[in-house]
């Protein structure tokens, strides 16, 4: 008998993380995101990567390849399906305040300057101006910005990961089991009704993003 794989392990690397989410990231009609501070991995630049991505990775070349060819796959599914983007303006100010990408351990990489964090976040305002995807910004933190979980699925499978606050070593959950992924998707399908939300409407968070972006910049 096949041992059932366990729901959840323990990330010891970059690598394994990666190849974790690649078996999550399939095509399907509608896929959502959930996380404090936004998933911005497909707007990462291979110029950004070597720029901040740090010298003594292992294999760090190789990670670079693997990831910019993530990102492509990743923006060629933003083409195709609806994606539904959940998180808050906390999360953009903590990200503006230290340039920590939470979906990814710190020990990778360096901070980004507060010049390419604003850029970063421009980007982002300027890829939610497109129809298939739909920002949904919470009006108050769910939980942790920082060590905060990170959620991506779709109607087939999807996964959680997150980091303890007392380790730098990610933890992966799979959303594959058919009972688990409904639940997911009940909760994620209803939650754009949710009075937490600012709204359906893009221009209003934008609006709001755009605020907390002068406000970073001038102090």
């Known amino acids: 008998m096949e041992q059932a794989r366990p729901l959840l392990q323990k990330i010891e690397d970059v690598h394994t993380q990666l190849s974790c989410i690649q078996q999550c990231v399939t095509k399907s009609s509608t896929a959502y995101s959930f996380q ?70 710190s020990y990778i990489y360096t901070p980004p300057s507060l010049e390419d964090r604003i850029d970063l976040i421009h980007r982002f305002i300027r890829e939610c101006e497109k129809d298939k995807r739909h920002m949904r910004m919470l009006k108050h933190t769910i939980g942790s910005v920082r060590n905060g979980a990170n959620i991506y699925l779709n109607s087939c499978k999807g996964y959680l990961l997150f980091t303890p606050a007392e380790s730098d070593t990610p933890v992966y959950l799979n959303i594959q089991e058919s009972g688990l992924l409904s639940a997911f998707l009940d909760f994620f399908g209803k939650y754009g009704s949710i009075t937490v939300l600012y709204g359906e409407r893009n221009s209003y968070s934008l609006k709001t993003i755009n605020r907390t972006v002068f406000i970073r910049n001038i102090h």
Do not use: A, D, W
């Open 36 to 105: 404090m501070t936004p998933c911005m991995t497909n707007l990462l630049s291979s110029e950004f990567l070597k720029k901040y991505l740090l010298p003594t990775l292992p294999s760090r070349e190789l990670f670079i390849s693997q990831l910019e060819n993530h990102i492509g796959y990743i923006n060629s599914l933003h083409e195709e399906q609806e994606e539904v983007l959940i998180f808050s303006e906390e999360g953009i100010i903590e990200f503006l305040n230290t340039g920590k990408i939470e979906e990814y351990p």
